[in-house]
């Protein structure tokens, strides 16, 4: 049975940093082509937040968190972490790990439908 345990998520204030991680167990995890992170605001649709791919680990990020997030992977630890600095009340949502087991660019696979696998979420409030 495939797990993927999202933790890290918090309370914070606008400014201030955190560091999500995504633990995967009972799939090897050099086989998930891609993974990434999405995240659903209240009211909202859940959205592309960034992803990463396991044989070149390219990186790919919506706009509205570039150069604040960065995507990194730990095969050794079956782990996938979001750096999230420069945090904003807009970046407050629930933040989900999900997992591809097919090719494709990171750049190309954006929508939850390109996802087989999904963790419960963590949430992340950023306070003004």
């Known amino acids: 049975q495939v797990q993927l345990v999202e933790s890290g998520g918090g309370l914070v204030q606008a400014g201030g940093s955190l560091r999500l991680s995504c633990a995967v167990s009972g799939r090897t995890f050099s086989s998930f082509a891609i993974l990434a992170w999405f995240r659903q605001a209240p009211g909202k649709e859940r959205e592309f937040v960034a992803a990463i791919s396991r044989s070149t680990s390219n990186t790919y990020y919506t706009d509205s968190v570039k150069g604040r997030f960065t995507i990194s992977r730990d095969n050794a630890k079956n782990a996938v972490y979001l750096q999230m600095n420069s945090l904003k009340p807009e970046d407050t949502a629930v933040y989900y790990c999900?997992?591809?087991?097919?090719?494709?660019?990171?750049?190309?696979?954006?929508?939850?439908?390109?996802?087989?696998?999904w963790g419960q979420g963590t949430q992340v409030t950023v306070s003004s």
């Open positions: 999900a997992g591809r087991r097919y090719y494709c660019s990171v750049s190309g696979c954006y929508e939850t439908l390109d996802y087989d696998y």
